[in-house]
């Protein structure tokens, strides 16, 4: 084992306890957003990085981080930035706390090598490139996650892209699921209109039993939808309104000026009467074979 | 009054507006929230934190929760600085708006919720505070 390598290791032995108060301090003054919650779990990082970082000093070299002995440096980097990244840090806040070591190690070995100025600068600068290298880790996983994210969401948004079903002839049914954020409702507004187009309904059932929350965003994306469809010909019926939703409305102070149901089951019983159909109880439960 | 927790997170996109729904919704829930206050509360969320990044250009929320007695609240702050509000009155009229929006959200969110607040500075930002309790 090389010198080098001691003087990391022997100082955060030494000092772990003020290396660690020092470097929370400094990543909470950085940090600018956080909480009693996110700082509890940052404290815990921190001191299971510390363990791991003089684990792997002990064995490894600092120029290459890319090598065995760091992986559980690594993978706990790893953790750190799916976390954040799914959390929705940007890279330099996510990268801060690796970087945020830098000033309590250099004050450490200002304090240990103050006789020695050419060791100070050499140790200093060692020190330096592999927190670099671990922080430029972090920024590496980070971006991988968000394109992960990203990935998954397009695909998610395909899947979503056209859920309008025929429920009977010239009735349609849009039942809406998740966040409607506007470049979803675009997509799914396009695709039931096309669909009224194609098949000449005269009744579309709007379904919002999947919608968590109807905001101002939400109600003016619907009445938009709404109004498109009359135009196309086609009368909307809004069903799924559960009344956690329906108080919220009206205190909000929406109007939606659309005909509503509770289920969708109520929905296609007003369409039907509408249409002119109607489905009665046979007289006689059918017998099983006749037709 | 005591605060049970505190925290804050980033507002700059829509996809931060999706999160700030999802925080407050699993604060309500661990404060003990009913359905509809919950419901009430997240959507007067979701409305101030539409506001913060779309006219504010992006800021934070701090989320508290809090208790009185018996009583437990979340209280919301939203801060952004950007071009501030002139007239606040005229923005908390139903149906004004500069963004082509219902104008609803900022008189919706105060009907929501049982303590509304709002400070702006034209040219330094803005700040809602709004709290509901159970
Ligand atoms: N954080 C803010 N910074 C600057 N201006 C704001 C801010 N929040 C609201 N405003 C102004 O107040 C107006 C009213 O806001 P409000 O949320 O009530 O309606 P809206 O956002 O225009 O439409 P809606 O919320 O119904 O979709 C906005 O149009 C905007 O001009
Ligand atoms: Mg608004």
């Known amino acids: 084992m090389s010198d080098r390598e001691n003087i990391i290791l022997r100082l955060i032995d030494r000092h772990s306890q003020r290396l660690l108060r020092d470097w929370l301090a400094y990543q909470q003054r950085e940090a600018k957003y956080g909480g009693t919650q996110r700082e509890a779990e940052t404290a815990e990082l921190a001191r299971r990085f510390l363990d791991q970082l003089r684990a792997s000093a002990r064995i490894a070299q600092f120029e290459d981080v890319e090598t065995i002995e760091w992986r559980p440096i690594r993978e706990l980097l790893e953790d750190l930035s799916r976390d954040r990244a799914v959390q929705g840090f940007s890279p330099t806040e996510t990268a801060t706390f690796i970087f945020s070591l830098k000033e309590p190690l250099f004050a450490l070995l200002r304090e240990e090598l103050r006789d020695d100025t050419e060791r100070l600068v050499r140790e200093t600068s060692t020190t330096s490139r592999l927190i670099d290298r671990l922080g430029l880790y972090t920024i590496e996983c980070y971006a991988r996650t968000r394109e992960e994210v990203i990935r998954r969401q397009q695909q998610e948004l395909l899947e979503l892209s056209t859920p309008v079903v025929e429920l009977w002839d010239g009735i349609l049914a849009l039942p809406l699921i998740g966040t409607l954020d506007s470049a979803r409702t675009q997509i799914v507004m396009e695709s039931l209109l096309q669909h009224i187009v194609n098949s000449g309904a005269e009744i579309a059932i709007i379904d919002i039993t999947g919608v968590p929350t109807v905001d101002t965003l939400v109600a003016q994306h619907l009445i938009k939808t709404i109004s498109a469809a009359r135009l196309m010909g086609a009368d909307c019926i809004l069903s799924g309104i559960r009344p956690q939703i329906a108080q919220t409305i009206v205190h909000l102070g929406l109007e939606l000026n659309v005909v509503s149901k509770a289920t969708m089951a109520d929905a296609l019983a007003l369409a039907l009467r509408r249409s002119g159909k109607a489905i009665t109880e046979r007289k006689q439960p059918a017998a099983p074979g006749s037709s | ?134």
């Open chain 2, 1 to 134: 009054m005591q605060i049970e927790s505190d925290d804050r997170m980033p507002l700059r996109t829509s996809d931060d507006v999706v999160r700030v729904r999802q925080a407050v919704r699993a604060r309500a829930v661990a404060s003990g929230f009913s359905l509809v206050d919950q419901t009430k509360i997240v959507t007067a969320a979701s409305e101030i934190a539409r506001n913060t990044v779309d006219y504010g250009g992006g800021g934070e929320l701090r989320i508290e929760a809090l208790r009185n007695g018996q009583r437990r609240g979340v209280r919301l702050t939203f801060s952004d600085s950007g071009p501030g509000i002139r007239d606040i009155d005229q923005a908390m009229r139903d149906g004004y708006t500069t963004g082509n929006g219902l104008g609803l959200g900022l008189s919706g969110a105060k009907r929501l919720c049982n303590e509304f607040d709002i400070k702006s500075t034209a040219g330094s930002g803005t700040t809602v505070t709004i709290a509901r309790w159970t």
